[in-house]
């Protein structure tokens, strides 16, 4: 093979004759890589669905010149296959493109669709820690005038369908209030995440997905929301911390189970439990317990409670009469009281 040619060297040719479909086979992932090392393509920052990672790639562009407003906002990638999934980023242009189309390929090329991002929102989640995406955005409200109301009052009216990557973050925006507004410094416009279409653009493990959001225009409130972060419902992570209580340590803590310990067959017995630290009693809720029934043979279960602290237990074959199970409580795995519960005949 000459050195100028740019096909693998380990692939070797088939001579054209009747043969043409086995040649194809042969080379058509080949071809297109020499297509990348041409100036057909061009290179991009390809990132991950949070930004945290990035490489460089060589890939095609194609719809450059798009013919309507809206086609100009797309475009479509030409990928060396296995190279990107749904969710994913290219960096081009000096703009985000978020990659919305299931990916495929005719097996010389992977074929993606990519959306222009808009702008980026941000939002906090359970923990306070303030999670930042860039996402598509299209009007869904694109003839309303922009106001409702009555004679009395007048709110500002607006939405949006947002497209966003699919992930664990991003699965944590439904119902939150982020700023969505053309001024990043100083944002004003507020809008409300009321809609997620979490299962329409999901396309498995391998190709990725993306999440559709409605996102409804809401009122700025300078108590809560904080404009210079870019973030609305402002939690302090560092408030949010010291509120969470303080729970003590299991090493400390007994426990007992009040209940009769002969369960009668077909008939139901309650059990209860209660804990002390030091030799005073402790509240339910300080302490992250779970039942556990050890037992050779079925025994029905029903945990109740505003605290899981009742478990409702009942047997129902005679066979078992004479037989015995233990009745358990477990704090962060450690089991803290048991009790023998002997299977008896009704009287």
Not at 106 to 134: F, H, M, P, V
Not at 173 to 178: E, F, G, H, P, W
Not at 273 to 296: C, M, Q, Y
Request: net charge negative; with cysteine.
């Amino acid at each position: 093979m000459k050195d100028w040619y740019l096909m693998d060297k380990t692939t070797r040719p088939n001579l054209l004759g009747g043969y043409e479909n086995d040649a194809y086979l042969d080379y058509r992932e080949d071809s297109f890589a020499e297509t990348l090392q041409t100036n057909i393509a061009t290179t991009v920052d390809l990132y991950s669905s949070d930004l945290s990672e990035c490489k460089r790639i060589r890939c095609v562009i194609q719809g450059r010149m798009g013919d309507t407003q809206l086609k100009t906002l797309e475009r479509i990638g030409l990928f060396l296959i296995g190279t990107v999934r749904a969710g994913m980023y290219i960096y081009y242009q000096d703009r985000y493109w978020l990659i919305t189309g299931y990916p495929d390929n005719n097996g010389t090329y992977e074929k993606a669709t990519l959306s222009l991002c808009q702008c980026k929102i941000k939002w906090q989640n359970d923990e306070g820690k303030i999670i930042e995406r860039w996402c598509n955005g299209t009007s869904a409200s694109k003839y309303d005038t922009g106001r409702t109301g009555n004679q009395y009052i007048i709110l500002t009216s607006n939405n949006f369908t947002i497209l966003l990557p699919d992930d664990d973050d991003t699965a944590t925006l439904d119902n939150k209030r982020v700023f969505i507004d053309r001024n990043i410094h100083n944002p004003k416009k507020v809008f409300q995440i009321t809609r997620s279409d979490d299962i329409l653009y999901l396309f498995g493990e391998t190709h990725g997905g993306i999440l559709s959001f409605i996102a409804d225009k809401n009122e700025l409130d300078l108590d809560h929301d904080r404009p210079d972060l870019g973030i609305c419902d402002y939690i302090d992570p560092n408030q949010l911390s010291s509120d969470v209580p303080n729970k003590p340590s299991t090493g400390n803590i007994t426990g007992s189970i009040s209940g009769n310990s002969n369960l009668k067959i077909g008939i139901p017995r309650y059990y209860t439990v209660s804990f002390r630290e030091n030799g005073a009693e402790i509240s339910l809720s300080s302490v992250s317990f779970e039942w556990k029934v050890d037992s050779d043979f079925p025994v029905s279960q029903d945990v109740t409670g505003e605290h899981n602290e009742t478990i409702k237990l009942s047997a129902s074959d005679k066979n078992r009469i004479g037989k015995s199970f233990k009745l358990q409580i477990f704090a962060d795995t450690k089991l803290i009281i048991e009790k023998e519960i002997n299977i008896i005949d009704v009287m």
